[in-house]
């Protein structure tokens, strides 16, 4: 499907504010951007880097008074969304070099405590896919999905004892929960179509039967419709916007999602 994703934020900044962006989705297997637009105001220079997660992200100093980001993208991206029941199970030592950083504990993913309630979680389970399945059935059933119940990440520690959160934390204890088990899992943050109600969103993808695959406890059924912005351990790599320097919070911050058919394959 093709869909025009956008972004806009509005920030009221007091002193010369130094930024970091992640806003910038890029093709690769799961999506084709077609056509971007990005438009900063007033106009600053940008720099653009590549961080270690392959993410695209924009660096640059804010000045005083009102400061605007805006972007939209034309994505083409999959009509549903891969399962692979039954997909094994990948031992460490046969793991891709770089897909191991995503086994170990991170900031908001303390997967050193949940061995214990992954193995109860995942029992009778095939290894692989399927234990990944169960911890996302859990999720849904057992921690409550309530967007605005909070601003700030939470661990997969305090999510669980919570036992509510935002997208953001329920995938964080999804991680933690597959690491646990030793399978790879990372967060992605990016758009997806006829979410309710609408906002950037957060969801994680696992490692198992030789590549990644989405999951996703917000949702009961995972449709199509997907654009990832960017890849990491956990909210700490993936922010969309990291500001240094007094607190700057956004005055107004709309996102957009809509399906297009100007495009054709």
């Not at 930024?19 to 105001?41: K, T």
Request: hydrophobic share 40%; proline share 6%.
């Amino acid at each position: 499907m093709w869909l025009r994703a956008s972004c806009d934020f509005t920030f009221d900044i007091a002193v010369p504010t130094p930024f970091i962006l992640m806003l910038r989705p890029r093709s690769g297997a799961q999506q084709w951007v077609a056509r971007e637009e990005y438009n900063i105001a007033p106009t600053v220079p940008v720099y653009e880097f590549t961080d270690l997660y392959g993410n695209l992200c924009q660096r640059l100093v804010a000045p005083p008074g009102r400061f605007s980001v805006n972007t939209v993208a034309e994505v083409k991206t999959a009509d549903v969304v891969d399962q692979a029941p039954g997909a094994e199970f990948i031992e460490v030592q046969y793991l891709p070099d770089g897909v191991l950083g995503y086994l170990l504990p991170s900031r908001y993913c303390e997967s050193e405590l949940f061995c214990q309630m992954a193995t109860e979680i995942t029992a009778g389970c095939n290894l692989g896919y399927d234990q990944v399945v169960a911890i996302q059935t859990w999720l849904r059933e057992r921690i409550r999905y309530e967007p605005g119940s909070s601003n700030t990440p939470m661990s997969a520690v305090d999510v669980n004892l919570r036992q509510v959160g935002v997208c953001r934390d329920l995938a964080h204890l999804g991680i933690a929960l597959c690491r646990s088990l030793s399978i790879p899992a990372r967060l992605v943050v990016g758009y997806l179509n006829n979410l309710e109600p609408m906002d950037l969103h957060a969801w994680f993808e696992a490692y198992v039967g030789g590549r990644w695959y989405t999951f996703d406890a917000t949702q009961q059924v995972l449709n199509g419709g997907y654009i990832t912005v960017g890849y990491g351990r956990d909210a700490a790599d993936v922010a969309v916007y990291s500001q240094f320097g007094p607190p700057v919070y956004p005055i107004e911050q709309r996102v957009q999602v809509t399906g297009i058919n100007h495009l054709r394959d």
